[in-house]
């Protein structure tokens, strides 16, 4: 997917400096060699890159340093010195130090784009496309928006669709955080008082990301169930794992949905679920 197909979101932050993706491309000539690992230094890169400057980046696959890449290593280190196993030796000790650093890196771009970008639950173009056309034109209600990387996309590809992105900003009092503003319009107030408010305005109520430690999305679901039950309820993020409360998973009647381009690039296992 090239540049010109990314869904933009908004200018981006424009950042000059990412220490992060300062030091993953500080091994990108050292692998320019071995195009296993040159991609996939190339690919969160370019991830960092596009959301760096406004555009929803595109879907990745697991990020790690795999056995194929460790055995590209190993045999360029033997075409390029077949009869110097001294110097190949040398090589390999060098590359497989850099290599490792590389894979801690990859595994850790979600740790980056939280750090620089707020961006919690990975939003990518082909996910929001895929999102976009499941939702069609149905007036959406997004709880917990956060910077409302979601909305925005949805927002971009269909600008007369109703989307009314929300959420209460209590993630500004956690520590390391960047306190930047939302991407696109997000209106400050509780879960409760959204569903009070726009409720009944609404056919899809989307929730993604919530947090495990409040019960919120539980007190939630009850209402939702309570008092707008013929919406539709999605919800985005790990199933007993980094987000939502206990209670939540162990009440919510959970259906799988949009797993064609929304699937895991790291250890959390976040999918797209409709619950009732």
């Known amino acids: 997917m090239n540049q010109t197909e990314l869904i933009r979101f908004g200018t981006g932050r424009q950042l000059t400096e990412i220490d992060y993706l300062s030091e993953l491309l500080s091994y990108q000539t050292m692998f320019q060699p071995i195009q296993s690992v040159g991609q996939l230094i190339a690919q969160v890169s370019q991830t960092i890159n596009a959301i760096n400057q406004g555009f929803l980046p595109t879907e990745l696959p697991m990020l790690e340093v795999s056995d194929n890449m460790i055995m590209d290593v190993q045999r360029y280190v033997v075409d390029k010195f077949p009869n110097q196993p001294a110097k190949g030796n040398a090589l390999w000790g060098k590359l497989s130090e850099s290599l490792e650093a590389v894979d801690f890196l990859v595994r850790h771009l979600r740790d980056a784009l939280i750090e620089y970008f707020s961006m919690y639950g990975y939003v990518s173009t082909p996910f929001v496309q895929d999102l976009s056309r499941y939702l069609g034109n149905q007036p959406i209600l997004e709880l917990m928006a956060g910077h409302g990387y979601l909305s925005a996309g949805l927002r971009a590809l269909n600008p007369e669709q109703v989307i009314i992105a929300t959420d209460n900003q209590l993630w500004r009092e956690q520590p390391d955080i960047t306190l930047d503003q939302p991407v696109t319009i997000v209106e400050n107030m509780t879960g409760l008082a959204a569903l009070e408010k726009y409720g009944q305005e609404v056919a899809v109520i989307m929730m993604s990301w919530a947090p495990d ?38 009440q919510a009647k959970l259906k799988p949905v949009l797993a064609t381009h929304y699937h895991t690039f790291d250890l959390i296992n976040e999918q797209v679920y409709e619950v009732e």
Do not use: H, M
């Open 213 to 250: 430690t409040s019960t919120a999305d539980w007190d939630l679901l009850q209402v939702i169930r309570e008092n707008y039950p013929t919406k539709k309820l999605l919800v985005i993020g790990e199933y007993q794992g980094a987000t939502n409360s206990k209670v939540f998973w162990q």
